[in-house]
């Protein structure tokens, strides 16, 4: 794991998060096996472009979550926050990786973007681009390894 960014896209604030997940995930060429997402992402549509993409959704199901086709991976991940709660299912599903994405967004916006400087938008995406490559850069250097004191 290299704790790269993979994918990024600049989208007004009037855009879904769920709505930007075809330009993120189309263009990637390696094989997924997971996409961890939030519950905004929890659409048939996006299960459905995860699912093309021959990878795994793990996304947890909105409160509210109805079932789908009995089989399918969200069917039983809703049948399993029913029976055993919400907790239960991140903890199975392995959906405490979704933090390593999170951790990345924290370092990009911490370390490099405080605020973007140009006026454009497309001169912003440009540079928004560009402190992604940074990051990248920084991570290929090394990160920082915690060793439990004892």
């Known amino acids: 794991m290299t704790h790269d960014i993979e994918a990024a896209e600049v989208s007004l604030e009037n855009?879904?998060?769920?709505?930007?997940?075809?330009?993120?995930?189309?263009?990637l060429r390696r094989q997924l096996g997971h996409v961890y997402a939030d519950g905004a992402y929890d659409s048939k549509a996006?299960?459905?472009?995860?699912?093309?993409?021959?990878?795994?959704?793990?996304?947890?199901?909105r409160q509210s979550a109805g079932f789908w086709k009995k089989g399918h991976p969200r069917h039983d991940a809703v049948l399993m926050m029913h029976k055993?709660?919400?907790?239960?299912?991140?903890?199975?599903?392995g959906y405490h990786r979704r933090s390593l994405a999170e951790t990345a967004m924290y370092r990009f916006k911490l370390l490099l973007t405080g605020k973007i400087s140009l006026r454009n938008y497309n001169g912003q995406v440009r540079e928004v681009m560009a402190y992604v490559k940074?990051?990248?850069?920084l991570n290929s250097l090394g990160l920082p390894v915690r060793k439990p004191q004892w």
């Open 134 to 137: 940074a990051i990248n850069k």
């Open 46 to 61: 996006s299960h459905q472009l995860i699912s093309r993409k021959g990878a795994t959704a793990c996304i947890p199901p």
């Open 84 to 93: 055993e709660g919400l907790a239960h299912w991140k903890k199975i599903s």
């Open 15 to 27: 855009v879904h998060d769920a709505e930007v997940l075809p330009t993120l995930l189309n263009p």
